[in-house]
Structure formats: structure tokens, C-alpha cells
């Protein structure tokens, strides 16, 4: 098998980066989650090679934490999904996982009011 080379003016994907979009994906697809977010600076992001910025992951150097900001829905046990989400993500990668709970989203399907 041989690798492709990334379309022209986009870089291709390193292992790190396609951690980082599968643990955004991961997170997203969490019941309790309602977004990703920045945090409260908006700098829990990542930069990836040709693309925009994916907000709401940020993977450090091998022995720092993988931090997550979340929106969650109101109508979930915060405590739980937290703990679940950081088991999900250590599963991944072990080492510490920091979840930050941005904020709480009400209303139908967390539209907010």
C-alpha cells in the first residue's frame, strides 16, 4: 500500500492531527454534549495543516493533558458526562484529560433561549 499525497495546498494529515478529529468527533457525538467550545478565552483549539482551526480540543506534548471545552445539554447529570467523556478520551490516548464545562445549553434540543 502506498500513501496519496495530500491534494495540492493542503498538507497531509499526521497521526496527531487525525487524534485530535477523532476525539472531536468523539466528544460531539457524547449524548450530553451540545457543541464543542473555545473555553472561556477560546483557546482550547487546534490548528491543523490547511484547514481552520478545530475549537474545543487542544492535545499538548506526550505527558500533557488532552483538553476538552463543552457545551453541555441541562437536561444531563454534568458530573457523569464529564466522567465519561474524559474515560472515553484516556481510552484513546492514557494520560490526563481535562474536561472544562463552557457552558449549559437549555431548551429544545439546546438551542438555548
Request: glycine content about 12%.
Given at each position: ?73 441541562g437536561d444531563r447529570p ?36
Open positions: 500500500m502506498t500513501d496519496s499525497p495530500a491534494p495540492a495546498g493542503r498538507a497531509a494529515a499526521s497521526p496527531d492531527d487525525m487524534f485530535v478529529e477523532t476525539v472531536a468527533a468523539l466528544v460531539a457525538a457524547h449524548p450530553a454534549v451540545a457543541r464543542l467550545d473555545g473555553g472561556r478565552f477560546g483557546d482550547v483549539a487546534t490548528y491543523l495543516p490547511g484547514r481552520r482551526r478545530l475549537v474545543g480540543v487542544r492535545v499538548g506534548e506526550p505527558g500533557e493533558p488532552v483538553e476538552i471545552a463543552v457545551v453541555v445539554l454534568i458530573p457523569q458526562a464529564v466522567a465519561e467523556i474524559r474515560s472515553a478520551v484516556a481510552a484513546l490516548r492514557p494520560g490526563p484529560v481535562d474536561v472544562t464545562v463552557s457552558d449549559i445549553a437549555v431548551g429544545p434540543l439546546g438551542d438555548g433561549p
